[in-house]
């Protein structure tokens, strides 16, 4: 009987919970997974009794659907979500709704969206964010694809979502095509530039002044009823509490190479592609790789023998100081994200609402955090806004931060303590704010070594140079390029 509200594949962790939370909210759902033994042990297990329908096949989960069907794919991002669209096409009908829920890379979803409409059905790509607990309690959710869709699957979704104090959704229409699941891969960028920006504040107090975990502990839990109120620091408060069998922090017991699943190296690789500095998430990426080199950094240390690092000075201020520093550098890390998206918004046609992703953001998914509230404050205030530190906000806010900040910077080079992501925001800041930077040097070598010509501040821009610097080259230029 085809009564259900909405189909599901993939029984995996984020699948059965989304299932779950589907249901809770009043959804009837049809499941179905390659090894059908799972869809047997989930209806009779966790979904006993629920509005739950286990099918053994594609035909018969499709069967199952109300028109026009929504079928949500819960499946490994890349050929397997290929894979399934073509098992699906030819099993569904025109203005049918095809919803990719995996991490996939939205080139792919640009594509599969064009495909898929091209062959009259309709396609979602979204981003779910939030891990095994947002998937069942209400994640973050960034749907984009063809818009035609969204009226069909938008009760859904937002009903199942995260919501804010005042009862908004954490899930809105993002745009067209790739549009969700870029988002998705610029929030996966800022969650890797957050996580780094805290293990670095982790190590200044640990190695530079000595605090225990305990200590740790009781300064996170103090940063958490500040501005920087946020799931990580939550997490990262708990983490430093966590005891092993022994009664010591486990944390300390971790092997210190961190593993990825590259949605951090695609937001560095779009960010080269539209020619958009995001320094920071891009030091974070390359602080997993470093982590990753565990055998040569060990060999390293022992050739080049580092003394201690000692602190005579007062250690709660200096903690303050790594507090401002931190919330200094999670605002360039959002700044340069919300660059990279109106860049890339340009470039595919999207019509981006970022006080709305500002907004899901705020609740549901991993950044999840107080200071979202004011980048749509800030969006709200300037649908133009063409960086997040020329918000008035942002503005007075930052200004305090930078003697802090530098502060900080300056003591983790000086005594040797690794804080890229931190000192690589810094100067980012200072670039930003600089008039004049050396690219006129720059622009004179590139002309000097390959006649790439340059422009001059008493000329009108837009009009070109060439000096024949050496007095025996020629007077032909190399055409003139930008990336």
């Known amino acids: 009987m085809s009564n259900c509200d909405i189909g599901l594949i993939g029984l995996a962790v984020m699948?059965?919970?989304?299932?779950?939370?589907?249901?809770?909210?009043?959804?009837?759902?049809?499941?179905?997974?390659?090894?059908?033994?799972?869809?047997?042990?989930?209806?009779?297990?966790?979904?006993?009794?629920?509005?739950?329908?286990?099918?053994?096949?594609?035909?018969?989960?499709?069967?199952?659907?109300k028109k026009p069907r929504k079928i949500f794919m819960m499946v490994k991002a890349g050929e397997a979500v290929d894979n399934m669209i073509e098992q699906l096409l030819p099993l569904t009908e025109e203005g049918d709704v095809i919803i990719d829920g995996g991490n996939s890379h939205f080139p792919d979803t640009i594509r599969r969206t064009q495909y898929v409409e091209s062959k009259g059905r309709l396609y979602i790509g979204t981003g779910v964010s939030g891990g095994e607990e947002g998937a069942l309690n209400g994640p973050s959710m960034m749907p984009g694809g063809s818009p035609d869709a969204w009226p069909h699957v938008k009760d859904i979704?937002?009903?199942?979502?995260?919501?804010?104090?005042?009862?908004?959704?954490?899930?809105?229409?993002?745009?067209?095509?790739?549009?969700?699941?870029?988002?998705?891969?610029?929030?996966?960028?800022?969650?890797?530039?957050?996580?780094?920006?805290?293990?670095?504040?982790?190590?200044?107090?640990?190695?530079?002044?000595?605090?225990?975990?305990e200590e740790m502990h009781d300064v996170f839990a103090e940063w958490n009823k500040s501005e920087l109120d946020s799931y990580l620091i939550e997490?990262?408060?708990?983490?430093?509490?966590?005891?092993?069998?022994?009664?010591?922090?486990i944390v300390e017991k971790i092997l210190d190479t961190a593993g990825q699943k590259g949605t951090g190296k695609w937001t560095g690789i779009a960010a080269l592609d539209e020619g958009v500095p995001l320094t920071l998430i891009g030091e974070a990426v390359f602080a997993r790789c470093l982590s990753a080199m565990k055998e040569e950094r060990v060999e390293?240390?022992?050739?080049?023998?580092?003394?201690?690092?000692?602190?005579?000075?007062?250690?709660k201020a200096f903690v303050e100081s790594i507090r401002k520093a931190l919330f200094a550098s999670k605002i360039i890390s959002y700044a340069q994200g919300y660059t990279l998206m109106r860049a890339a918004a340009r470039t595919y046609g999207w019509n981006?609402?970022?006080?709305?992703?500002?907004?899901?953001?705020?609740?549901?998914?991993?950044?999840?955090?107080?200071?979202?509230?004011?980048?749509?404050?800030?969006?709200?205030?300037?649908?133009?806004?063409?960086?997040?530190?020329?918000?008035?906000?942002?503005?007075?806010?930052?200004?305090?931060?930078?003697?802090a900040w530098?502060?900080?910077?300056?003591?983790?080079?000086?005594?040797?303590?690794?804080?890229?992501?931190?000192?690589?925001?810094?100067?980012?800041?200072?670039?930003?704010?600089?008039?004049?930077?050396?690219?006129?040097?720059?622009?004179?070598?590139?002309?000097?070594?390959?006649?790439?010509?340059?422009?001059?501040?008493?000329?009108?821009?837009g009009e070109f140079f060439h000096t024949n610097w050496t007095g025996h080259g020629g007077s032909t230029a190399a055409g003139v390029y930008n990336v």
């Open 406 to 461: 530098r502060e900080v910077a300056s003591a983790a080079l000086l005594h040797g303590v690794p804080a890229p992501a931190m000192t690589s925001a810094l100067s980012y800041f200072d670039g930003y704010t600089s008039e004049r930077l050396p690219a006129n040097l720059l622009q004179a070598q590139r002309d000097y070594f390959g006649a790439h010509t340059y422009e001059r501040i008493d000329k009108p821009r």
């Open 15 to 65: 699948g059965e919970n989304l299932v779950m939370n589907m249901e809770s909210k009043g959804f009837s759902v049809a499941v179905y997974n390659r090894t059908t033994s799972k869809v047997d042990d989930f209806v009779n297990g966790r979904g006993a009794g629920k509005q739950i329908t286990g099918c053994h096949s594609l035909e018969e989960l499709v069967a199952a659907l």
């Open 157 to 213: 979704f937002q009903a199942i979502c995260a919501k804010v104090e005042d009862g908004s959704p954490c899930c809105d229409w993002v745009g067209e095509n790739g549009a969700g699941h870029f988002v998705k891969m610029v929030h996966n960028g800022i969650e890797y530039g957050d996580m780094q920006l805290i293990c670095e504040a982790y190590q200044i107090m640990r190695d530079l002044l000595g605090m225990s975990d």
């Open 300 to 315: 390293a240390s022992r050739t080049f023998q580092k003394t201690a690092p000692s602190f005579d000075g007062d250690k």
């Open 235 to 249: 997490i990262t408060r708990d983490i430093l509490a966590y005891k092993d069998e022994d009664g010591s922090p």
């Open 352 to 403: 981006l609402n970022y006080g709305g992703i500002a907004l899901m953001w705020r609740g549901g998914c991993i950044i999840r955090s107080v200071f979202l509230g004011k980048i749509k404050e800030a969006y709200d205030n300037n649908l133009q806004l063409t960086n997040l530190l020329l918000d008035p906000y942002f503005k007075e806010t930052i200004e305090g931060l930078v003697p």
